[in-house]
């Protein structure tokens, strides 16, 4: 029997929901579906945001929802334990508790209390003492400060891509929001003594028409016909991003303007492809942020790259042994919402 093929998942975060739905149109050209980290009690929050979408999407299979109750281990646990450790050891949250801002809600399950509660409210308990998060109020989530929220969920977007080998997919962290990326970035560059992955960010290349306002049928027969070409380009991006973070500042110079070249000539292509087929300028836009991961990187690198080591991810041909995400967005005249 040939092996199941394993599916290629936009992996979104930072919430259990995208912020713009249509979006996601485009999104499903690059991937063989959307995964979302949906908690239990909010297992209807999809069909309730955007009913219209989420339906599409299921009824081609191209939606995944991965519970954190059993993704969030307690090897994920220790993972985001290490690394939350780090960084409060770091002081770089000491003045986040003199901010005035409301708390948001992290489901209880997504900081680890169903992996190991003990863990759990070790993390739970330093935040509270920094005046960062507060006790629960419903039993299932945690108020706590926006920025620390973030931080988790960024960390988790990293930590749990070994899951899935769990459920025989790729999962690639991707996101609507720039500020999760250039947290991811400013992660992955934490002090450390040597540093074996230089962060590369390339450039957000338009790539297509926004398909908004057309229905998701009409948006999968154009991706039946161009699927080939579309991922090409979101694993040519993801390759380049972590060879170049390997090589040193020198040999990036010259490689990254090669790299960048053949990236737009695919870009361009996927332009053509998408205004021949819907007669509208392109106006969706894909880019990534990444870098090589090892020891002898960040505290913070060093946690995501231990934990992926732990399930086998490194030694696994299906993912690359790096940290990154892709961030997309629709533009208007060239100004990004």
Do not use: C
């Not at 770091?90 to 169903?114: I, N, P, Q």
């Not at 419903?138 to 108020?143: E, K, T």
């Not at 041909?317 to 997309?328: E, I």
Request: aromatic share 8%.
């Amino acid at each position: 029997m040939a092996p199941r093929k394993v599916k290629e998942l936009a992996f979104y975060y930072p919430n259990p929901m995208w912020t713009r739905g249509d979006w996601i149109k485009n999104l499903i050209l690059f991937f063989d579906g959307v995964a979302l980290l949906v908690p239990g009690y909010m297992r209807r929050r999809p069909e309730e945001i955007d009913p219209a979408i989420v339906a599409g999407l299921k009824q081609h299979n191209l939606l995944q929802i991965i519970k954190p109750e059993k993704a969030v281990d307690k090897l994920a646990t220790e993972k985001l334990a290490s690394a939350l450790t780090d960084i409060i050891s770091s002081g770089v949250l000491d003045g986040l508790a003199k901010e005035e801002t409301a708390f948001h809600e992290l489901s209880m399950s997504r900081l680890g209390y169903y992996g190991d509660n003990e863990l759990a409210r070790m993390i739970f308990d330093e935040l509270k003492q920094r005046g960062l998060a507060k006790d629960s109020e419903d039993n299932v989530s945690i108020p706590m400060h926006p920025k620390v929220r973030s931080l988790v969920l960024v960390l988790l977007s990293q930590i749990l891509r070994p899951y899935g080998n769990v459920i025989n997919a790729n999962l690639s962290p991707a996101t609507d929001r720039p500020k999760m990326v250039r947290a991811l970035s400013e992660l992955m560059v934490l002090p450390s003594d040597i540093s074996s992955g230089h962060v590369i960010e390339f450039d957000l290349n338009t790539v297509g028409v926004d398909l908004a306002p057309f229905p998701i049928d009409e948006v999968l027969d154009y991706r039946a016909q161009n699927v080939a070409a579309h991922r090409r380009y979101m694993l040519s991006v993801r390759k380049f991003a972590i060879e170049l973070s390997r090589m040193s500042p020198a040999e990036q110079k010259v490689a990254f303007e090669l790299r960048q070249a053949e990236l737009s000539d695919l870009a361009s292509d996927l332009r053509k492809r998408s205004r021949k087929a819907w007669n509208k300028p392109a106006s969706f836009a894909l880019t990534l942020v990444g870098a090589a991961i090892s020891a002898a990187s960040s505290p913070v690198a060093s946690a995501l790259r231990a934990g992926a080591a732990a399930v086998g991810y490194e030694k696994s041909r299906r993912l690359d042994a790096g940290a990154y995400s892709y961030l997309f967005s629709a533009s208007s005249r060239f100004g990004y919402y």
